[in-house]
């Protein structure tokens, strides 16, 4: 007798943590734009820059909460 096809499986915690380390990898790619951009108008060392900074620092909070998800998921060990 053949098995029933059965229905497909539910993700496992495996599946939630390697997209959790998809999103970190598109936050910290995401950040880097803005990083650069900052870096540039420091080093012409002409203001204004704080809106840079502005556009960083909201980067940085979802790099900062995809980590954070990244370690709720895969666990604390990550390399």
């Given at each position: 007798p053949t098995v029933p096809p059965?229905?497909?499986?539910?993700?496992?915690?495996?599946?939630?943590?390697r997209r959790a380390e998809s999103a970190w990898r598109s936050a910290a790619?995401?950040?880097?734009?803005p990083l650069a951009r900052l870096d540039a108008c420091l080093?012409?060392?002409?203001?204004p820059c704080a809106e840079?900074?502005?556009e960083l620092r909201r980067a940085l909070?979802?790099?900062?909460a995809a980590e954070e998800r990244l370690r709720w998921l895969c666990g604390e060990a990550r390399p």
């Open positions: 059965s229905a497909s499986p539910a993700p496992s915690a495996n599946d939630d943590c790619a995401a950040a880097r734009a080093a012409g060392g002409r203001p840079l900074a502005v909070g979802e790099l900062a």
